[in-house]
């Protein structure tokens, strides 16, 4: 069963950075589109910005210019600068189409909060 692992989540100022994990077990990888996901309370899950096996990278309109997705053989990041206060959500990693539809290998990480607020 794959399991994955996010990280990196906080209480950051509007204007701060935060810089995600997300560590993937039980299959391999590095073959596959995958994509950082956030859900804000009372709102659904959206993907947000993915990465292809080969580094290519697309983003949500939200989040352009300011969030960088990146990935190595072992995990994937997601670099976030300039927050804001609707970046608040609780934010996940999971399998990812590179034209931003979601997709998902049949479960989910517990995600990593993270919180933008003076």
């Known amino acids: 069963q794959v399991q994955l692992v996010e990280s990196g989540g906080g209480l950051v100022q509007p204007g701060g950075s935060l810089r995600l994990s997300c560590v993937v077990s039980?299959?391999?990888?590095?073959?596959?589109?995958m994509g950082w996901y956030r859900q804000a309370p009372g709102k659904q899950r959206e993907l947000v910005a993915a990465?292809?096996?080969?580094?290519s990278t697309n983003y949500a309109d939200s989040v352009k210019g300011r969030f960088t997705i990146s990935r190595d053989n072992a995990k994937m990041y997601l670099q976030m600068n300039s927050l804001k206060p609707e970046d608040t959500a609780v934010y996940y990693c999971?399998?990812?189409?590179?034209?931003?539809?979601?997709?998902?290998?049949?479960?989910w990480g517990q995600g990593t909060q993270v919180t933008v607020s003076s």
């Open positions: 039980g299959t391999i990888f590095s073959i596959y589109t």
């Open positions: 990465i292809t096996s080969g580094g």
């Open positions: 999971n399998l990812a189409r590179r034209d931003l539809t979601a997709a998902d290998f049949g479960s």
